[in-house]
């Protein structure tokens, strides 16, 4: 990863107003959840105050392992929990059988 470059680019963009739109966050959201390099973000699609109120919202949402301090849990919840069960919805609903009921009549 180009930290570097991603550092850049978060100072270039704070100066826009943060609209604070869920679709602006949600974006950031599915951008952690994919771990999409930074190369293929667009980073006009959120604001640097979208990305520290996801920030904020991680902090909010979370609970780290006492002994370790490197395995934690996402509460239900949250955006990346949210984001992860509608993924396997749609997994399951594409992994489904696809079985026809037998028609009584014939011609069906």
Do not use: C, W
């Not at 550092?7 to 679709?23: E, W």
């Not at 599915?30 to 930074?38: A, G, K, Q």
């Not at 849990?73 to 009921?101: A, F, G, R, Y």
């Amino acid at each position: 990863m180009d930290f570097e470059h991603f550092n850049k680019t978060l100072i270039s963009t704070m100066g826009r107003p943060a609209a604070n739109d869920s679709k602006q966050l949600m974006k950031i959201y599915d951008i952690l959840y994919r771990e999409i390099d930074v190369e293929d973000i667009d980073f006009n699609a959120f604001t640097y105050e979208d990305i520290q109120l996801v920030v904020d919202t991680f902090e909010d949402h979370i609970y780290y392992d006492d002994d370790s301090g490197e395995d934690f849990l996402l509460l239900d919840s949250h955006p990346i929990s949210l984001l992860d069960s509608m993924e396997n919805v749609v997994s399951n609903l594409n992994n489904t059988p696809k079985i026809k009921p037998k028609s009584k009549f014939k011609f069906l």
